[in-house]
């Protein structure tokens, strides 16, 4: 059974394993996440971010960001700043929740919408 390391500021983990960072999941989220990672045949990192307990360290968040294969930002549920929004959805790696009315703002800079975990189960399993 593969091995889960769950990773928050000010940590950082260093091994060639795939890396994720999940940003301010919702509890519905969280709980789809678990399903997926029984499927994976593969260790990961999991990096969490919460912004109600790191509010503080943006820099941790964006070294983070640019060192994972995947960003999934949940931004129904988001309280980041909206420069640290753009900024994630300039990656082409980066994944998002918005099930709001109008996301065509979003969608100008990222075409990866998704609106739940398991729609983007193959997406997660990456070859390496």
């Given at each position: 059974m593969p091995k889960v390391n769950l990773i928050t500021a000010p940590d950082q983990l260093?091994?060639?394993?795939?890396?994720?960072?999940?940003?301010?999941?919702k509890d519905l989220i969280k709980n789809d996440f678990n399903e997926l990672l029984k499927t994976l045949t593969k260790d990961i990192n999991l990096y969490l971010w919460e912004t109600k307990d790191d509010a503080n360290d943006y820099k941790w968040l964006i070294q983070v960001a640019n060192s994972v294969d995947k960003i999934?930002?949940?931004?129904?549920?988001?309280?980041l700043d909206r420069w640290l929004i753009g900024y994630f959805l300039s990656f082409g790696k980066c994944y998002y929740i918005f099930n709001q009315v109008d996301s065509s703002k979003y969608e100008m800079i990222n075409n990866n919408k998704i609106f739940d975990l398991k729609s983007m189960q193959s997406e997660l399993e990456i070859k390496k």
């Open positions: 260093y091994n060639q394993n795939i890396s994720m960072l999940l940003i301010d999941p999934i930002i949940d931004l129904d549920y988001a309280s």
